[in-house]
């Protein structure tokens, strides 16, 4: 299913972002909880589900979800009861922040045991390159093939990867057998995450996402992409720029992948 990240209109309200992603022709969202109180709402956000028919079957922990209790370890197993309560598909998780080591080191030890005892599969995302990174310790998440070596599942972003020296097309087949969720965004040459090179409409970067779309297809890839672009690739501050981006977007995707089931 081809999903539109909630990220990528981060500040706008949930009904509007359920609203966008209809009128551009999505099959659904991925919700990244962060503060917007919408978002744990299960009677409200089944109620936008069904007015839009629209699905839900990716969410994203983030830091950012802190309003939920103190230890980001805390906040991790509450955003893993809702997306089992929501009966979420996926639970993407950054699996280190330079702000968040302990619950790094925390989610290394446990999640196995963890895995085990769900049916959410929870996708460990390969990280940026950042400019505030300067350790060891963050540096080594930027490698998949690190994290599919050490976790059962792993989500694919195609600009976090482009922040570093690994290559799309060559970790791609490298790490398939492990993968069942793909951001989609395209990026600049860039060593580091940011606005303006970072997080942009497919197809106006310069990242081989027609290819990596083509090799997914072929590959009869059965999970989901998503579609997470920063808020200025979309021109925000315009609602007929932003529909007319976000289906610039989607239709990227769809010339070169079909999702089957």
Known sequence: MILLSTGSLYNY??????????????????????????????HYLNKLKAKYKLATPVFHYTMFSNYMAQLAKDRFLLCLEYAEKMKAEVL?????????????????????AIQRKTEVKIAVENMPVKESDGDKYVKKYYNPLELKSKFDYLC???????????NLLDIYPK???????????????????KAGV???IPGTGS????????TLEQDHYQYHVGLEMFLESLEYKDDKKVLINLKKARDFVTKYFEYKR
């Not at 694919?156 to 690994?166: C, E, F, P, R, V």
Request: with cysteine; hydrophobic share 40%.
């Open 13 to 42: 309200g949930l009904n509007r972002v359920f609203e966008m992603a209809k009128k551009a022709d999505f099959a659904g969202l991925e919700l990244m909880l962060g503060f917007n109180m919408d978002l744990w709402q299960p």
């Open 92 to 112: 993407v998780v950054h699996p280190c922040e330079s702000s968040e080591k302990d619950f790094s080191k925390w989610f290394f030890v446990h999640i196995k």
């Open 156 to 166: 694919l972003d195609t600009t976090h990867l482009a922040t570093t020296q690994y």
């Open 175 to 193: 790490i398939q057998d492990k993968l069942v969720h793909v951001h989609i965004s395209d990026s600049k040459e860039t060593d580091v995450e």
């Open 198 to 200: 970072s997080h942009m």
């Open 207 to 214: 990242l081989p996402l027609d290819k990596l779309l083509q």
